[in-house]
């Protein structure tokens, strides 16, 4: 296995597509790759879902069978809410390393655990089923991916010393926050003796485009860095985090962020209390706090473009309705795309049931269609 020694790793969750809007641009892909191996970077972060199933692929495509294994870093995840039992797990897998090109992964993690799935995974000795998997050298590591209190994590993190590691939602935004507690999470892990994996540091791409007030904070004190190098930089800078992910989409992004994590500078003292401001100005702005993961697209039967209308809905808020008849014009468009309107939902809860965020998907949906049609 490669040693990740920088603290970027390239997640797999949003890469560039072709414009069918749903296919990876697979060479444009390879381009960001090469550029990535090119100033030492080495960790990939994909999973099952990614890309209705494509980033798997992707990473084989793009990596696995471009240079040599010993150069790079995979890790993959279990999408636990399709094991109903450990041969699930066992037949997903060999799927996986199928789809990877790879006889081993260096890191597998139990994705997206709260309280209902540890449950779940008890019921069905996923966990042992995980030690066997490391033991077998088919998983270097392993670990679990969280979305829920850090209570729950702690008593989590207590009855399996075996997980080695775990995968919190960190950012500046959420650091305070009463549902996400990204905080009390990552004291947790740290009270635990795991190390910390981050995701979402930009929160889903929202803290690249902060409110004006944010970014002159930002520009004020380092006219050249972009608000994401802030928010990478937050989360890279506390001691216990091992790796922070980000879902780069362009060469673009993937330039600046590899730029200020090649040599890699923790916040100082002045930086943090700017970030704390920001934080404020950023969570005063903000209606519904969607990261865009698009958790809840695919089982949607209305085919509700959720994400998409959330951003519109917060952009029509945060400029206090300047510019309504452009979002309204874009709420348009993706109705005229095929996607069923904010008002046409019919309440199943779906998406409810696989939002990290817990967010009140269907009460937020009636606020857009209030806002827009
Ligand atoms: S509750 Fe509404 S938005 Fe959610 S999955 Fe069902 S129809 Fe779609
Ligand atoms: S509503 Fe929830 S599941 Fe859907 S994209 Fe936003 S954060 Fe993800």
């Known amino acids: 296995m490669a040693n990740p020694t920088k603290k970027l790793g390239f997640g797999l969750m949003r890469m560039p597509l072709l414009s069918d809007g749903k296919t990876v641009h697979l060479e444009a892909v390879k381009q960001m790759v ?6 030492g970077f080495t960790y990939f972060d994909t999973a099952w879902p990614y890309h209705d199933g494509q980033s798997e692929n992707i990473l084989r495509q793009a990596v696995v069978e471009r240079y040599d294994r010993n150069r790079f870093t995979i890790t993959t995840k279990c999408p636990v809410w399709e094991t109903e039992t450990t041969d699930d797990m066992e037949r997903i897998f060999n799927a996986q390393l199928e789809r990877l090109g790879t006889h081993y992964v260096d ?25 066997k998997l490391r ?9 679990f991916s969280y979305h829920d209190d850090a209570e729950t994590l ?39 003796g795991r190390p910390v994996v981050v995701m979402e540091p930009v929160k889903g ?28 930089r937050y989360a890279a800078s506390l001691p216990n985090v091992m790796m922070v992910l980000s879902g780069m989409s362009d060469m673009e992004q993937l330039m600046d962020n590899t730029s200020y994590m090649q040599e890699f ?11 704390r401001r920001v934080a404020d100005i ?3 702005n903000t209606a519904i706090q969607c990261t865009a993961c698009r958790y809840c697209t695919a089982g949607c039967p209305m085919d509700i473009a959720i994400p998409d209308f959330f951003a519109l809905y ?9 510019s309504h008849w452009l979002n309204e014009k874009a709420y348009k468009t993706l109705l005229q795309a095929g996607h069923g309107a904010a008002s046409q939902c019919i309440q199943c809860g779906q998406c409810e049931s696989q939002c990290p965020q817990h967010l009140p998907i269907i009460d937020s949906l009636q606020l857009v269609a209030q806002a827009f049609e």
Request: proline share 5%; aromatic share 10%; net charge negative.
């Open 314 to 322: 917060n952009t029509d808020k945060r400029y206090e309705q300047h």
């Open 265 to 275: 500078k923790p916040l100082d003292n002045a930086e943090r209390d700017i970030i």
């Open 282 to 284: 950023y969570n005063d």
């Open 34 to 39: 090469d550029v990535f191996m090119q100033r």
């Open 135 to 143: 033991d077998s050298g088919r998983a270097r590591h392993i670990g």
């Open 107 to 131: 890191y597998y993690w139990l994705h997206a655990l709260d309280r209902g799935r540890i449950e779940k995974m008890d019921r069905i000795g996923a966990w042992d089923f995980m030690v």
């Open 205 to 232: 791409g929202t803290l690249a485009k902060v409110p004006e007030r944010a970014l002159e904070l930002m520009r004020g004190h380092s006219p050249q860095a972009s608000p994401a190098s802030w928010a990478v």
């Open 154 to 192: 702690e008593r989590a993190l207590a009855a399996h010393p075996e997980m080695e590691i775990v995968q919190l939602q960190i950012n500046y935004a959420d650091w305070d926050s009463p549902s996400v507690q990204s905080r009390l999470c990552y004291e947790a892990a740290t009270a635990h």
